[in-house]
Each structure stands twice: as C-alpha cells, then as structure tokens.
Nanobody, 116 residues
Framework: QVLLVESGGGLVQPGGSLRLSCAASGFTFSSYGMRWYRQAPGKERELVALISTTGAMTHYADSVKGRFTISRDNLKNTMYLQMNSLKPEDTAMYYC?????????WGQGTQVTVSS
C-alpha cells in the first residue's frame, strides 16, 4: 500500500518558519522524483518545489525562491520542505507528490496558516 504522509504544518506568525515532512512507504522512494504543491482556498493547486531522485537537482516557484528549501533523505524515505520568512500568502494546504513516468502518488496534505 502506497502512503505519503505529510506533517509539520500549523499556525505561524509572518516571518516565522516551519519544516514540513513527507514520509513515504509502499514504493521505492529513491526511484521517484518528489514535489511539494500547495493550494489556497479558491485557487488552483500550484507547484512549490521539486527535487530529483538523488537530490542533486531542485527547482522552486519564483514566489518561494530564497525562502524555502526542499530536501530528501532516501535512507529515511522522507522529503522535507524548510519554509523560512513565511508570508500570509503562503497560507495553503501543502501536499507532497511522488512521480515517475506514468505514475503519481499524493498525500492528504498538511495545513499551513501564516497569520498574526
């Protein structure tokens, strides 16, 4: 059974930090590229960041570049998103996604709310 379980979301003040985790099981984690997406109320889901199978290549949305860092630990089957200098516009449900040719797995999401 494939599982992607996100954790680490919560309520944080503007300028604060959070670290999201995505724990994977049921598939060969190291063979899949990984992505973080987010979806705010009334908006389409958007790609936040992605990381290659080995972690050698990463890509970020312009809106988070310089503030967020994606990483992965293939020994722990876990992906991370370190989010610093959070802004109210970062408020959204954050989802992790595992992908390879013809296959997409999704987690259930973790809520991030940035508010004073």
């Amino acid at each position: 059974q494939v599982l992607l379980v996100e954790s680490g979301g919560g309520l944080v003040q503007p300028g604060g930090s959070l670290r999201l985790s995505c724990a994977a099981s049921g598939f060969t984690f190291s063979s899949y590229g990984m992505r973080w997406y987010r979806q705010a109320p009334g908006k389409e889901r958007e790609l936040v960041a992605l990381i290659s199978t080995t972690g050698a290549m990463t890509h970020y949305a312009d809106s988070v570049k310089g503030r967020f860092t994606i990483s992965r630990d293939n020994l722990k089957n876990t992906m991370y998103l370190q989010m610093n200098s959070l802004k109210p516009e970062d408020t959204a449900m954050y989802y992790c996604n595992a992908y390879t040719i013809g296959v997409d797995y999704w987690g259930q999401g973790t809520q991030v709310t940035v508010s004073s």
